[in-house]
C-alpha cells in the first residue's frame, strides 16, 4: 500500500503468481506497472473480473463480490448438483461408526472437499 501526499492510494496485492493492482492513484499505479515489467513478465487483464474463487462485478456505485460460481464448480464437481436441500440430511438418531462394506473413503478428495469448503467459508 502507497499513500501520495495529495491523499490517493495505490494497492499491490500479491498471490503466488497473481497479481492485482488497484486504487486512485493512477500515476503511481502506472510507474508500478513500468518497473514490475522490467523485471517479470506480465499482461494487464484490464478490471478485476474473477480472482481466487470471487466473481466481482461493477456499477457506477459500488462492487458487488460473489463467490456463486466457485459454488457451482464445487457442487458439479462433487457431483451434487442436482440435489436438492434438506433440513436435516441425516437420519434422526443415526449412529456413526465403522462401515465394513461398501467403497472406501477417498481420503485425499475429502481432504481437498473440506479444505474448499474452509476456503468458502472464511472469504
Known amino acids: ?5 495529495e491523499g490517493r492510494i495505490a494497492f499491490l496485492i500479491v498471490y ?3 497479481i492485482i493492482l ?9 510507474k508500478l506497472k ?5 523485471e517479470f513478465e506480465i499482461k494487464d487483464l ?17 462492487i458487488v463480490v460473489s463467490q456463486w460460481k466457485y ?12 440435489c436438492k436441500a434438506l433440513d436435516t440430511p441425516i437420519e434422526f438418531n443415526s449412529k456413526l461408526g465403522e462401515v465394513k462394506e461398501g ?3 477417498d481420503i485425499g ?15
Open 1 to 5: 500500500m502507497k499513500n501520495s501526499t
Open 16 to 18: 503466488v503468481d497473481d
Open 22 to 30: 488497484t486504487g486512485d492513484d493512477l500515476e503511481e499505479m502506472d
Open 34 to 38: 513500468k518497473s514490475l515489467s522490467t
Open 46 to 62: 484490464g478490471l478485476l473480473r474473477y480472482f481466487l474463487g470471487m466473481e466481482f462485478v461493477r456499477s457506477k456505485k459500488d
Open 71 to 82: 459454488m457451482l464448480d464445487l457442487f458439479e464437481e462433487t457431483r451434487m448438483s442436482g
Open 103 to 105: 467403497v472406501p473413503v
Open 109 to 123: 478428495r475429502y481432504q481437498r472437499l473440506v479444505g474448499k469448503l474452509i476456503y468458502l467459508s472464511h472469504t
